[in-house]
């Protein structure tokens, strides 16, 4: 098992927001995770990286078989957890081509590997966007791009992706989605991969993209409902939440 997490409640400021969540994630598997409005599900991806103030107070977390619930951001990202954030910040004064250096284990006086160029070049970013500060005016689809890149540069083995093609058009969705496909290794046999994720989406959309074995559901802090993706984003097009709901409590 790659990443295992049981039992886990998380509290932030004193406020009780995941309720007991156990999830699985094998090597070669990529999961998605549903849920409604407000359900929790970035707080899973910010306490899954160690964010201070995402309180553990139940449970805990394992990635590659190493208990990792009381490790920082650093040592999570260093062990091979990274995130394409739904929101990133803007970093003024710090450049992509800099982060990219950093992401991807050189120092800033070396020279960028030439294979992020040719990833940068497939997302559709020049050298001069390269040297602008880290989000700064950038629009809704070149963040989401240049999250993919720096997962590229980055290279971890569990990747979690919030809302990766929200706002983004049809063009950029499938040229993010190519390169969405090499992170998660789908051109290797589910055997040969190393590397495994986790996809936040609402409207699915993605998934026509990028295949997924297993789809869940969190309500109100809990993974109510684990299964196929496509029958699951069937029901909730059909019947809403408040389906994933009523079957839960029945
Ligand atoms: N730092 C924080 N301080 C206070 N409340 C927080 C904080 N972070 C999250 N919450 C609350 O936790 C709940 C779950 O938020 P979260 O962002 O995890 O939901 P979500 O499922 O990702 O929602 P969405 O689909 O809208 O992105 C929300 O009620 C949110 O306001």
Not at 161 to 187: C, F, H, R, Y
Request: with cysteine; charged share 30%.
């Amino acid at each position: 098992m790659l990443l295992e997490i049981n039992d886990l409640v998380v509290e932030v400021n004193g406020k009780r927001i995941l309720n007991g969540v156990d999830l699985y994630i094998g090597k070669g598997e990529t999961h998605v995770l549903l849920g409604p409005n407000g359900a929790g599900k970035s707080t899973l991806f910010l306490t899954i990286l160690g964010f201070p103030e995402y309180k553990v107070v139940r449970g805990e977390i394992l990635f590659k078989g190493k208990d990792i619930t009381n490790l920082n951001t650093t040592e999570r990202a260093k062990m091979g957890i990274g995130v394409a954030f739904q929101n990133p910040p803007a970093i003024r004064g710090v450049r992509l081509i800099d982060l990219l250096k950093i992401e991807s284990g050189c120092s800033l006086d070396e020279k960028l590997d030439p294979k992020i160029y040719r990833f940068a070049t497939k997302l559709k970013f020049n050298k001069d966007f390269l040297s602008r500060d880290v989000n700064l005016g950038f629009s809704g689809g070149e963040m989401k791009r240049s999250e993919i890149l720096q997962l590229l540069a980055q290279n971890p083995e569990f990747i979690m992706l919030d809302e990766p093609d929200s706002g983004v058009d049809i063009e950029n969705v499938e040229i993010l989605a190519e390169m969405i496909n090499k992170l998660l290794e789908k051109d290797k046999k589910p055997s040969k991969r190393k590397k495994a994720g986790l996809i936040i989406t609402h409207l699915g959309y993605i998934l026509n993209f990028v295949k997924a074995e297993i789809a869940h559901v969190l309500l109100d802090g809990k993974i109510v409902c684990s299964g196929c993706p496509d029958e699951i984003l069937e029901d909730i097009r059909k019947e809403g939440f408040e389906g994933c709901k009523k079957c839960y409590e029945t």
